[in-house]
Nanobody, 115 residues
C-alpha cells in the first residue's frame, strides 16, 4: 500500500484543518490506520488510531475532544478533522497503515499553528 497525505497548512490558534490520507495499491480494510505527528528532534506521537474491522477510534490524550479520525473504505481514504488547534499542535503529521505483515508510512504533511 502507498499513502499520500494532504490538507496541511498554516492556521491561527483556534482554527481548523482537515487532513486526508489516500491509500492506493491495496484495500484499506485490511489495515489498522493511524495518524502520528512529529516535531523536529522529538519522537513520533500517536494522534489517533482506528481498527481495521471496526470504527472505534483511540485518541492521544493531547487531542481528545478536539480531533476526529474517520475512514472511508470505499474512497480508500482516512481523515483527521482537527479543531480548536493550539500552538503545540504544530508538527509534521504522518499517516500509517499496519497489518500483520507490513507497516507503511506516508511522506507527511506540515501543520503550523501560529498567531
Amino acid at each position: 500500500v502507498q499513502l499520500v497525505e494532504s490538507g496541511g497548512g498554516s492556521v491561527q490558534p483556534g482554527g481548523s484543518l482537515r487532513l486526508s490520507c489516500l491509500a492506493s495499491g491495496s484495500t484499506l480494510r485490511r489495515y489498522r490506520m493511524s495518524w502520528f505527528r512529529e516535531v523536529a528532534g522529538e519522537g513520533r506521537e500517536l494522534v489517533a488510531t482506528i481498527g481495521s474491522t471496526d470504527s472505534h477510534v483511540t485518541y492521544g490524550d493531547s487531542v481528545k475532544g478536539r480531533f476526529t479520525m474517520s475512514r472511508d473504505n470505499a474512497k480508500t481514504t482516512v481523515y483527521l478533522q482537527m479543531t480548536s488547534l493550539k500552538l503545540e499542535d504544530t508538527a509534521v503529521y504522518y499517516c500509517n497503515a499496519r497489518d500483520l505483515w507490513q507497516e507503511t508510512w506516508g511522506q507527511g504533511t506540515q501543520v503550523t499553528v501560529s498567531s
